[in-house]
């Protein structure tokens, strides 16, 4: 560990005066206290450091829901080895291509059941095995970077944002702020660990003080039993995809003032429609805080941040801020409309993906200083009435129909202003016979494309309907929680 280890420094400060203050809970019910955390964490990071033999490539964490896969990750942070969270369902393929292209050696799991090619395994720490593999592509990466997300690449190959330790603790800091996350406060780890969002469910709430309560993935399956786990465990935030929360509400788990202790709703990741939003705050209470937020993988997962306010529901068709981004962050928005976001906070390209990198990053000199910019891809524009960000389309999402410029976001978001129709997601798909069309799958309980394309008439131009719907009671999902766009993509190109 160098001699200014920032982020552990900063955390382990964070813990002197935690005393028996609770920082994980397990799934099993198991409870640890910050200052058993700490030894737990020195005894793994010796172990990690003896089995690596102080070389500082890549490593890989099976994505168990567990205290002791964080209390792993909280020791790759203190001996400053970069880690990549892995999801062991991935096709085999996939996940070789993730171990080549990270340049890791080691693979750890709770669970003797990775199969990737390993050349050497046993048993690493309590009920931890690690999984030597064979690779030829073992580098050192950068110290500076703590940890590769990995997303889904246009190509088809798995993209590796690699993140860096700078932007953290600005991060870990806006977040206390901005959602007045208290010592001792319990807080949900909802999200899959190998999705971004886990990103703020760790450090937001282990590095604030905060207790982490850990949700077992088949607990969050069942909205009613995850809901009653939450109740149980006194949890007071809550954040998710808003995908999860519709569901949760339109399945009826949510109930008129359920979820007693919850304080806050945090939800980003992709459009809440107001109406949906509007039925939640109904149901769950006006005195609960709903935040919508945003930010790409590729910048250490949150750059903005709205507190809902009741003023938005007077105009339910109108868009909803993202909100004002934090000073830590540098930000120009190109002729075209395309967000860029600069500073600390910036990842560092694509694992061994210099062509992407070179594509989606770039340096820029301000004040003297060097800064490193992303180009998120997504279109923005800034309110002159109250200086906040809304989103208004992806880059790749905006087509050329019948000679006119159309964005699918639009479409989407007439569909789901309508009561009936819970999610949506366009789509413009080049069909078996060669020609494109725009499409339209909705989640809906009124199966009627007739009386849908009746409504969308009411607010779209004859252009902008889609030619070919698809009506299911609930859309698929990916494991992220999104809507599977691939799968829909492909559903639309057969039909």
Partial sequence: ?????????FFVKGCESCGDIIAIIDPSGKEISYSSLIIEIEAVSNSLVELLNSQKSVVAIEAVKSSQTIILVLACIKTEIPYVILDPSLPRNRLISIIKKSGLKFIFSEKNTINVGEINSGTFFKDFYFHEVENTLIQTIDNRILYIMFTSGSTG??????????GLIEFIRWAKKEFQIKKGDRVSSINPLYFDNSVFDIY?????????IICPDEITKNPSNLIEFLNDKRCVQWFSVPSLLIFCLESGAFQARSMTYLKRIIFGGEAFPKTKLRNLVDTLGKEKDYFNVYGPTECTCMCSSYKIQESEFIEPESLMPLGNIPDYFKYEISDSGELFLGGDAVGFGYVSD????????FDKLLDGSRVRFYKTGDI???SPRNNMLYFVSRKDHQIKHMGYRIELNEIEFASTSFDYIRESIALYVKHTSGYSYICLAVGSKIPDRDSLIKDLKKKLPVYMLPRRIIIQDVLVKN???????????????QE
């Fill in 380 to 382: 923005v524009k800034i």
């Fill in 479 to 493: 494991k992220n929680g999104k809507i599977d766009r691939q799968y829909y993509e492909k559903l639309f190109e």
């Fill in 204 to 212: 937001t709430s282990l590095f604030n003080q905060a207790t982490l």
């Fill in 157 to 166: 190959e798995p993209k590796g944002a690699m993140i860096g330790r700078d």
């Fill in 354 to 361: 210099n062509i992407q990198s070179t594509k989606n990053f």
């Fill in 1 to 9: 560990m160098s001699a200014n280890n920032s982020i552990y420094d």
